[in-house]
């Protein structure tokens, strides 16, 4: 089991830059692909990103891609969500998410397939 804590969430200006670190606990990290979900007010949640075990492989929704980036320090247990040029579309409470069950090069954007969540950061990009 592995325990998910998110930060960096913030207000920003469109236009502006932002960080979201999400640190784990628990059993080894490197056994878990990681992703980035959001969910922003009345909509439901949806896929941002994706990083496989070891890094290798990276997946992105289409409305984050060239601008949001996600990477991970096996070491430090920690996963991350640059995300530049932000729009205030990309307003939403992001989540961090862990699946234990990917092959080392495999990434999945289907939140029902992540085994563990944390609780969320709120992300508000104002215009």
């Known amino acids: 089991q592995v325990q998910l804590v998110e930060s960096g969430g913030g207000l920003v200006q469109a236009g502006g830059s932002l960080r979201l670190s999400c640190a784990a606990s628990?059993?080894?990290?490197?056994?878990?692909?990681m992703g980035w979900f959001r969910q922003a007010p009345g909509k439901e949640r949806e896929f941002v990103a994706a990083?496989?075990?070891?890094?290798?492989?990276?997946y992105y929704a289409d409305s984050v891609k060239g601008r949001f980036t996600i990477s991970r320090d096996n070491p430090k247990n920690t996963v991350y969500l640059q995300m530049n040029s932000l729009k205030p579309e990309d307003t939403a409470v992001y989540y961090c998410?862990?699946?234990?069950?990917?092959?080392?090069?495999?990434?999945?954007?289907?939140?029902?397939?992540?085994?563990?969540w944390g609780q969320g950061t709120q992300v508000t990009v104002s215009s």
């Open positions: 998410a862990a699946d234990e069950t990917r092959s080392w090069y495999s990434v999945s954007r289907v939140g029902y397939e992540y085994d563990y």
């Open positions: 628990g059993r080894t990290f490197s056994t878990y692909a």
């Open positions: 990083i496989s075990k070891r890094g290798a492989n990276t």
